[in-house]
């Protein structure tokens, strides 16, 4: 090069340089960024602590947790993007997470898996002409624990006009109620099996939907149970073993709904999963009685108990608490005698449960096997017994039971012998001390809930340990959680929904899947604000629980149903998923980079199908009939919409939105 033309080239570069600047990513503002736990923390880890990774530390950056994605804005005038990337160190060697730089919908560079203790990664990318990029991390494939990810000295150099970050998706996506309106017709819905212990109380609300009032009729009820032709109650007991097909009818002005309910008097009850309200993703620590009273009322003046809807639950926080100041949570732990006794909040525990039962609806419970619960509030460690003969005289038709505080080594002065005979079938399989240990404290409850003369559904939380799936029925649990709490996020709701693959050979009729409760609708662990799932990750959400024969306990504020909501709720079609009587949840079927196919068999033959799209684009998702085991021509009903789709002789593919779900039934 000559020397005129180095020093043109000078002048240009000078130039150029005179017009470039450069913008920290956390600069932007985080505006609707998404992710999976806590906040973005600008030039600080989510921890609040220093940025570092692989032990070097950043002065900025941005500080974010799996699964995250912020959108920013180009507006084509950036030159280049600089960052160094990397697991924070506050988690030591734990977490794992991918990073992933998308340019106008197209991926750009992906960091690979970056695990906890490994040195950050360099990134280096052009944004030449680009309008929109995305920076996401994911969880890797395997949840979101420790999933602690940052953007260290993450910069855009841009010439003309400053990035600026794009709302997210939450607020690009319409909110589009998919549900027809419940008819003004009759409709009977929800579970067609139930169970009842011989001897033990029988309650079962008719579910039905249409103009009120309605008036039911049914015949063919075992002896001992009598209906309530205005409500559609059916109580009573039933002495004797046996199965009833009772024929059911609902009248309204309109017209007349028939259907069917069969009623196993045997040893078995929750024949179909459960279905209702919990306490905890809304109030948390701040429930009191009036709260679940109003809860139990939303139930029913939202028309959800129409549709199946049946148990409402107390989370923690009835019990008295260890050392709050709160005086609301202050008061003697036991009477005299040692049995429980509530906090000031929930005065009249009988008067409560009566109410609920009067509406129609169950009442459940929570403890834990330790001494305290995980809030630190009164739990049932050397006082099963006691406390499961008070929930049964409280009415109590559901335990959720923790784990919180337990300790095997701790010393039981249990007076009243423990039916200990399922330990006995665990030991001589030789499963190892540890795990032992852990079911011994479910067993123990299992046999004081036997002892009582009331149907308790009994339901284990203690996140999945020792897979509790392989052992939750032969310890007596009717549900059990599989993983640990969920939060209102796709990486959460997504990582454990889709997580769950290989459980459903473990769950059917008396004894389910738990993979925590819903969050659709206004959740906040006693800080309430509207699910932050985007309208698609809501009908996946629900869609996925239904296939996987979960427990479906709604975890918003029911006093704060929007009509969104409602229409995720009370699809009878979606729900008929869920309840069908032949109990088989879904399991995948098929995998392709990010789209899925979930499927189950039905009771009638059909299978329920979800097409699931988990990637940040919508995509076509394909399932073929020879994948579902059939041949043939079958037809194909969008379950959401309720609408017939058409005959296929050999599959059927559909457009799936960004981490959203076709729900089909193929027949
Ligand atoms: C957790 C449980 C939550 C909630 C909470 C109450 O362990 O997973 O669902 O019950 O305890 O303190």
Redesign the pocket.
């Known amino acids: 090069m000559n020397r005129y033309l180095s020093f043109l080239c000078l002048v240009a570069a000078g130039a150029f340089a005179a017009n470039a600047e450069t913008i920290s990513i956390a600069e932007l503002g985080f505006g609707d960024m998404m992710q999976g736990y806590g906040q973005p923390q600008r030039d600080h880890s989510v921890d609040k602590a220093k940025l570092s990774v692989g032990g070097e530390q950043f002065e900025h950056g941005l500080g974010t947790h799996a699964e995250s994605s912020m959108q920013i804005d180009l507006h084509g005038t950036a030159d280049r993007f600089t960052a160094k990337v990397g697991v924070d160190g506050e988690v030591h060697e734990r977490g794992s997470v991918e990073f992933i730089m998308v340019a106008d919908g197209k991926e750009v560079w992906r960091s690979g898996v970056m695990k906890g203790k490994q040195p950050a990664k360099a990134v280096d990318v052009s944004l030449k002409d680009v309008k929109q990029l995305d920076l996401e991390v994911t969880d890797a494939g395997d949840g979101i624990d420790f999933d602690h990810a940052d953007w260290c000295d993450a910069k855009i150099e841009f010439h003309a006009q400053k990035p600026s970050t794009t709302p997210g998706a939450v607020q690009k996506e319409e909110y589009i109620r998919l549900t027809p309106p419940t008819p003004r017709e009759p409709r009977i819905n929800g579970a067609q099996i139930t169970g009842v212990r011989p001897g033990h109380p029988f309650l079962f609300k008719i579910a039905a939907s249409g103009e009120k009032p309605i008036q039911f009729a049914a015949s063919g009820l075992p002896d001992g149970l009598h209906l309530d032709e205005n409500s559609g109650i059916i109580s009573g007991t039933v002495s004797a073993r046996g199965e009833h097909v009772a024929s059911l009818r609902a009248k309204n002005s309109l017209g007349t709904a028939r259907g069917e309910l069969k009623i196993v008097v045997g040893d078995k009850i929750a024949l179909t999963p459960p279905m209702g309200w919990n306490s905890?993703n809304c109030f948390a620590a701040a429930v009191t009685a009036d709260r679940v009273k109003s809860a139990a009322d939303a139930m029913v003046k939202s028309g959800l108990i129409d549709h199946g809807w049946q148990y409402i639950n107390i989370?923690?926080f009835w019990e008295c608490h260890r050392d709050s100041k709160d005086p609301t949570l202050q008061g003697p732990h036991r009477d005299a005698d040692g049995k429980i006794l509530t906090n000031p909040r929930f005065k009249d525990m009988k008067g409560l449960v009566d109410y609920i039962h009067g509406l129609g609806l169950k009442a459940g419970l929570?403890s834990s096997p330790g001494p305290w619960?995980?809030?630190g509030c009164v739990a049932s460690f050397d006082h099963e017994e006691l406390d499961a003969a008070q929930y049964a005289e409280w009415g109590f038709d559901y335990l959720?039971y923790?784990w919180?505080s337990y300790n095997p080594s701790l010393e039981s002065k249990r007076t009243r012998p423990v039916d200990f005979s399922p330990m006995k079938k665990f030991e001589s399989a030789g499963k190892p001390k540890g795990l032992l240990d852990q079911i011994r404290p479910y067993v123990v409850m299992r046999s004081a809930l036997n002892h009582q003369n009331r149907d308790i559904l009994f339901s284990f939380?203690q996140?999945g340990m020792g897979n509790v799936w392989e052992w939750g029925e032969e310890a007596g649990g009717n549900c059990w959680?599989t993983t640990g709490?969920i939060t209102d996020t796709w990486g959460s709701m997504a990582g454990i929904g889709f997580g769950q693959n290989g459980h459903e050979k473990f769950a059917g009729p008396g004894h389910w899947n738990d993979p925590?409760m819903l969050v659709v609708g206004k959740v906040g662990w006693g800080n309430l604000h509207p699910t932050k799932l985007t309208p698609s990750e809501q009908y996946t959400h629900i869609s996925l629980w239904c296939l996987l024969s979960s427990a479906l306990l709604i975890g918003c504020d029911m006093t704060q149903l929007d009509d969104f909501t409602l229409g995720l709720l009370e699809n009878d079609e979606v729900i008929a998923v869920n309840q069908d009587p032949l109990g088989r949840p879904a399991g995948r079927i098929s995998q392709n980079g990010s789209v899925e196919v979930w499927a189950r068999d039905l009771a009638d033959g059909s299978k329920a199908v979800g097409l699931f799209n988990r990637g940040r684009k919508a995509s076509e998702v394909k399932v073929s009939w020879t994948e579902l085991g059939l041949t043939g021509k079958h037809s194909v009903r969008d379950l959401w919409r309720q609408r017939d789709i058409g005959d296929s002789s050999d599959g059927y593919a559909a457009e799936v939105a960004r981490h959203g779900v076709v729900l089909i039934r193929v027949k």
């Open positions: 905890w989370d923690d929570y619960t995980c809030g959720k923790d919180c939380c996140y959680r709490d925590d």
